[in-house]
Every structure is written in C-alpha cells, then in structure tokens.
C-alpha cells in the first residue's frame, strides 16, 4: 500500500517568514496530493491540492509544488502569520471513487511573534 | 456548505463494552470514511464505503466494523472495545465526481 512521509514534525519560524512542509509518498499510482490543517480542537480542514497533471499551484500565500519523477510534493506557506499556528497534514491517493486518504505524521508549525 | 456530524465529541466506555461511533453528512455524498487519529501517527484509514450497504476494509480495521444502511449514515462499531482503542475518531465524506474529502468535528473515545 501507500506510504507518506512528512517532514519536519516540528516547524518554527518567525512571523513573515516563510513554511516549507515536505512529503514523500510510494505508490507510483497516487495522483491526488491534498494538504489539510488542523487547529487545536478542531477538524482538519483542505487548504490546498495538487493533482499529478500538474507541478505547482498557488493560491494567496499558500503554494504546492509536485515533482511525480521524485515521488515528493511540498507545501509552501509565505508571510505567516500567527493564525498559520497549527498542524499540517499532506496526504496521497489514487485518486477518483472512494479511494481513502493515506497521510503523512503530521507537522506541528509554531509561528513566533 | 458541507456538513458532517458525529453523534458524540466525548465518550468513555469500558474493556469490553460494544461501541457506536456514528457519523452523518447532508450532501448526499457517495463516499464516507473513518479514520482514527493519534499523536505523532497521523490520520489512519479503518474502513470505507462507496455506496449504502457497501463497505471496504482500510489500512487498520483489525477490531472494528462498520454499517451503512443509508446514504447518509456510516457507523463504526467496535465490537470488544479495547485500551489501545483510545483515540480521536473522524468521519470524513466525498462525493462521486470530487476529491475532496470533509471531515467532521472527531469523537475522542476513551476505552477504561
């Protein structure tokens, strides 16, 4: 089956500094790659996802890059700010139907003031 | 606006008891998940299903079952609850044409 590494588990950066978030996976299938945050006491909730048709997508602060050759994909956060404070989660999956998400441990991102 | 509901945040059972975790979505999604969640492991798949009555096996579904007898229903059963049962809950739904996957609030289970 699927496996999703994530990397680091702990990231602390100062505000407006920028967030890398990395992710490996190994299923050569996967080909849906989203990344969800979860903040303290709630769900997670979808920031952002990239689908293997394509290498990078942006949206305001927040940008994935996909590299299919290299079986890893990235989560880009610029400008953080203290409400970026959570955890995040990458995630794989084949894709279409019911195929269930395969996530990585997690990444515990602290913004200092 | 999507909504999923879990019927309990918290629950405290006993070794042994049988449990119910049950997860409701009003989109009239296809799709609907359960995932256990613990410190340091991540989201782990425990079942899925794709259609009412239908159901497959995830990566841990050792000691759990699930029901669906309606679309809009999925229910987790632990049959013998168990200490190393303890954890957060989340219910998660999909629709046939889309990938996202909604997630509703968790139920932190305890297993005394």
């Known amino acids: 089956g699927e496996n999703v590494e994530q990397h680091p588990s702990t990231l602390s950066v100062q505000e407006g500094d920028s967030a890398v978030i990395k992710c490996t996976y190994s299923d050569s299938a996967s080909n849906y790659f989203p990344w969800y945050k979860q903040e303290l006491g709630k769900r997670p909730q979808l920031i952002i996802d990239i689908r293997s048709n394509v290498g990078e997508k942006k949206d305001q602060r927040i940008a994935v890059t996909l590299n299919k050759t290299a079986k890893h994909f990235s989560l880009h956060i610029t400008e953080t700010q203290p409400e970026d404070s959570a955890v995040y989660f990458c995630?794989?999956?084949?894709?279409?139907?019911?195929?269930?998400?395969?996530f990585g441990k997690g990444t515990h991102l602290i913004i200092q003031p | 606006d999507v909504k999923v509901t879990q019927s309990s945040r918290y629950l405290v059972k006993r070794t042994g008891e049988k449990v119910f975790l049950e997860c409701v979505q009003d989109m009239d999604h296809e799709n609907m998940f359960w995932y256990r969640q613990d410190p340091g492991l991540g989201l782990r798949l425990i079942y899925f299903?794709?259609?009412?009555?239908?159901?497959e096996k995830g990566d841990i579904p050792e000691g759990y079952s699930v029901s669906r007898e309606k679309k809009e229903r999925f229910s987790l059963i632990l049959e013998s609850a168990s200490t190393n049962q303890t954890s957060m809950y989340l219910c998660?739904?999909?629709?046939?044409?889309?990938?996202?996957?909604?997630f509703g609030p968790g139920t932190r289970l305890l297993v005394l």
């Open positions: 299903s794709y259609d009412v009555k239908m159901k």
């Open positions: 995630a794989a999956s084949r894709g279409g139907g019911a195929d269930g998400l395969t």
């Open positions: 998660a739904s999909k629709g046939h044409m889309g990938e996202t996957q909604y």
